[in-house]
């Protein structure tokens, strides 16, 4: 793993389960920023923003969420809706902070999501947020999550194919972890990810997917290492949440976002290609549920993995941002 100097490694107990966490501590007890990875990553998505911002003074802390990498992953699929994933956010930021004071945080995909529920529940844990690829979405009090996907996009849409515990392990298994990872995170097409049954991944006979140039080999094998101890099934899980995050989170229908906010998409993204969200963002609707939203950043020519693809306009995007909290 080169260009990784100065990661320490722990576990904490937080929220009932061991939480593998990766940490640089900056110089001098800087401010925390707190990296929430999406799926199918790790904390080792967040290896050149970890790198760039503990150098100029911040104390970095990357965990695996639950069912990644080397923290717990609970059988229960009940168990990674958004209430316990925060939760164990929450139990984190307490561990790592004298007198539980807010942090800075930085989320991506899933991380992202997790992170808007985040500042939904606890603001006051939340210094400000950098949050990437995926917009806040206000809860439809009208619009069960999952049949409203199928309704659009079909059977084969990804998001409906996670849905029945143990048949998209069983076709990942098929194809195996190397190819299942590649595939995800070299997806750059702007439209949505559709997994049809036995023609997972569909290409031509002898057409090698190419690694592009931010993802070496031997990042791959990292991911691959830890995807082929723990599987995929924690992962998945949180999708299989959605329906029930939505009933969960009744309470807070017409809830805003009340900490400050930057968005940075890739305009390759397949999130920003999403029917309604150019609509959403340049139509008012964001600013109305984000009030305190300084600015969204659309990037030319990035796609899903913006952090990866260009990690130093990204980590100049985190770090002006969070000066003006400092």
Not at 25 to 40: D, R, T, V
Not at 205 to 216: F, H, M, Q
Request: with cysteine; aromatic share 12%; proline share 6%.
């Amino acid at each position: 793993m080169s260009g990784l100097d100065g990661v320490e490694h722990k576990t904490l107990k937080v929220n009932g389960i061991n939480m593998h966490v990766a940490e640089i501590p900056g110089s001098g007890g800087g401010p925390i920023i707190l990296f929430i990875h999406g799926f199918p990553e790790l904390w080792y998505t967040w290896r050149h923003q970890m790198t760039a911002l503990s150098s100029l003074g911040y104390r970095t802390i990357a965990p695996d969420l639950r069912g990644y990498g080397d923290t717990d992953a609970p059988e229960k699929i009940e168990a990674y809706s958004y209430l316990n994933v925060v939760g164990d956010l929450v139990a984190l930021i307490d561990a790592v902070t004298t007198g539980g004071e807010a942090v800075f945080v930085v989320g991506h995909d899933w991380g992202a999501m997790i992170a808007w529920q985040l500042c939904q529940y606890r603001p006051e844990k939340v210094k400000a947020l950098v949050n990437m690829s995926v917009l806040f979405a206000p809860r439809n009090p009208d619009r069960v999550p999952v049949p409203t996907l199928r309704h659009f996009f079909g059977d084969d849409y990804y998001i409906c194919r996670f849905q029945k515990p143990g048949e998209i392990e069983a076709e990942f298994k098929k194809l195996g972890t190397e190819r299942v990872l590649k595939e995800f995170l070299t997806y750059k097409t702007p439209g949505p990810l559709y997994l049809p049954k036995g023609k997972l991944f569909k290409r031509s006979e002898n057409a090698e997917t190419a690694l592009p140039s931010w993802l070496t080999q031997e990042d791959l094998d990292y991911y691959v290492t830890k995807y082929d101890t723990k599987g995929f099934t924690g992962p998945i899980n949180y999708y299989r949440n959605i329906d029930r995050n939505w009933e969960l989170t009744a309470p807070w229908t017409g809830a805003k976002i009340s900490v400050p906010v930057k968005f940075l998409v890739g305009d390759q993204d397949l999130t920003y290609n999403a029917p309604g969200a150019k609509e959403y963002i340049n139509g008012g609707g964001f600013k109305r549920d984000v009030p305190l939203l300084d600015e969204t950043v659309v990037l030319k020519g990035l796609g899903h993995f913006l952090h990866e693809e260009n990690p130093d306009e990204i980590n100049q995007h985190i770090h002006s941002f969070f000066q003006k909290f400092l």
